[in-house]
């Protein structure tokens, strides 16, 4: 999956990567899906919503606007060729996932517990189709990490950016490629492997009306919602855990009383 080792190094380093499209992916359609749903009379966008994360949503303050739809609501919503698509999307966030625990030096037998069980095809998924709508002038999407493991995009135009040493750098469209970036769930796991992983703080910068149409396919692997992660070391001890759901609200409060 990494091409050196130096890739590995620098994907440990900055928590984000480039991946090769696999040849079985059709990413063109799914981009098409995409930019259909931007017109104001899809009908995409009556998709109900299922809480705060899942339906067609319009971010506040910022410009994004998409269609996300968790792994059990793809079906019912998605055409069969876009719930496909999201399932060949799990297969590579399982190998990646997979990937990074092994380099962490964590026991294989320890996969599946630690992850909630998506190393193993369960856990939960977000298959999203985003829009930045530069009607508004608001940051295009404001500085963050993302909560799960791995989130895999797809970038076709300028934008989006990572924090380095304090500083944000642009992120660059690589033709034929994925980008992929780790979250925290991710970073917890690994706390106390032989390698942590480091979340990625990114942003989206404000998109101007002149500036190329900016669409984005983004998939989110996650743990379940109402799961555990355990912490293994390099030995397969057990040296933490918690729920997803307090994990996540911890980093909703650090990221509320950070804003």
């Known amino acids: 999956m990494f091409e050196s080792s130096q890739d590995l190094d620098r994907a440990w380093e900055l928590g984000i990567f480039y991946l090769k499209v696999p040849e079985a992916l059709d990413l063109e359609t ?73 380099e962490a030096g964590i ?7 630690a992850s909630g069980g998506y190393s193993a095809g369960a856990g939960t998924a977000f298959l999203n189709f985003v829009h930045y709508d530069t009607t508004h002038p608001n940051q295009g999407l404001r500085p963050h990490t993302d909560y799960g493991f791995v989130t895999i995009l797809d970038i076709t135009a300028p934008g989006l950016q990572i924090q380095v040493d304090g500083e944000f750098v642009d992120v660059p469209v690589k033709p034929g490629h994925l980008a992929i970036h780790f979250g925290e769930a991710l970073s917890f796991i690994t706390c106390y492997s032989r390698r942590q992983v480091g979340a990625v703080v990114h942003r989206v910068v404000s ?53």
């Open 207 to 259: 998109q101007k009306p002149k500036d190329p149409l900016r669409h984005g396919i983004v998939y989110f692997a996650n743990p379940d919602l109402d799961g555990m992660l355990w912490q293994f070391d390099a030995t397969g001890e057990v040296k933490g855990s918690s729920s997803v759901a307090n994990l996540f609200a911890n980093l909703e409060h650090r990221l509320t009383q950070a804003s």
């Open 30 to 102: 799914a981009r098409e899906f995409g930019r259909e749903l931007a017109e104001p009379g899809s009908r995409y966008r009556n998709i109900p919503k299922y809480g705060d994360f899942e339906g067609f949503i319009a971010l506040e303050n910022n410009q994004q606007t998409k269609v996300a739809l968790r792994r059990h609501h793809w079906d019912q919503h998605y055409p069969d060729y876009i719930a496909e698509f999201g399932r060949q999307l799990d297969e590579i966030g399982v190998i990646v996932i997979s990937e990074v625990l092994r």
């Open 107 to 113: 026991p294989e037998s320890c996969w599946s517990q």
